[in-house]
């Protein structure tokens, strides 16, 4: 049964930091990973999205990596700003394709 | 046990026609959202309400798709006309719509479309 895991459930960083956010699934035999922004009160949106076959993905100060075979992907976001605050999710498909998710990063961000 | 309901589970349809998909959020839940997801593109935000009105549907091809909530316990999504490329698992979601918090949204089991 494929279980994913963030840590660290929350941080908290001064702006302009550089920062890592990890996340780990149990089975290697994944098809992708996602991961996702989530603000309060709204839906999520989606930041990157790795393929299998890839090993990472950027998109502006965004740069997610996966390693398949020891079952982690990291978030890395460059020079962090306020309004980078929100909880970050990653998540995989499972063999029936429902989606499963860890359990977020709450990330803040002070100016 | 409460669980937000999707119909149809399954719809096969031919280019062209309309499809409606209905969703049922958990009652007392007042924020609903559409998603897709497809094994390219992954989970795709399309459109969110909160206590019946439309607050974001930039994820939604505006011509041929709309979304609508005629009350309270009815979310529905309609493609006119479907095509090929809208083939895909269509979710709902609800929450309870707190604004100053980022809370747990409640997945439906997905509407499966393929357009032939």
């Known amino acids: 049964k494929q279980e994913v895991t963030q840590i660290p459930a929350a941080l908290s960083v001064p702006e302009g930091e550089n920062l890592v956010l990890n996340c780990s699934f149990t089975?290697?035999?994944?098809?992708?990973l996602q991961w996702f922004r989530q603000d309060p009160g709204k839906g999520l949106t989606s930041l990157l999205l790795i393929q299998s076959s890839q090993r990472e993905q950027t998109s502006g100060r965004l740069n997610a990596s996966l390693d398949k075979s020891s079952g982690r992907s990291t978030l890395y976001i460059a020079a962090s700003q306020p309004g980078d605050s929100a909880t970050y999710l990653c998540?995989?498909?499972?063999?029936?394709?429902?989606?499963?998710f860890g359990q977020g990063t709450t990330l803040q961000v002070k100016p | 046990d409460a669980r937000v309901t999707q119909t149809p589970r399954h719809k096969v349809t031919e280019m062209g026609q309309e499809v409606t998909m209905r969703c049922q959020p958990i009652?007392?839940?007042?924020?609903v959202f559409w998603y897709r997801q497809t094994m390219m593109q992954g989970l795709e935000l399309l459109a969110y309400f909160r206590n019946r009105a439309p607050l974001d549907d930039s994820g939604m091809p505006k011509d041929r798709f709309s979304a609508e909530m005629p009350d309270a316990t009815l979310a529905t999504l309609k493609i006119q006309p479907s095509e090929p490329r809208d083939s895909a698992v269509y979710f709902c979601a609800s929450g309870l719509g707190r604004d100053a918090e980022t809370e747990t949204q409640y997945f439906g089991p997905g509407t499966r479309l393929l357009v032939l």
């Open positions: 009652l007392g839940h007042n924020t």
């Open positions: 998540a995989v498909p499972s063999n029936t394709g429902k989606l499963i």
């Open positions: 089975d290697s035999a994944i098809y992708n």
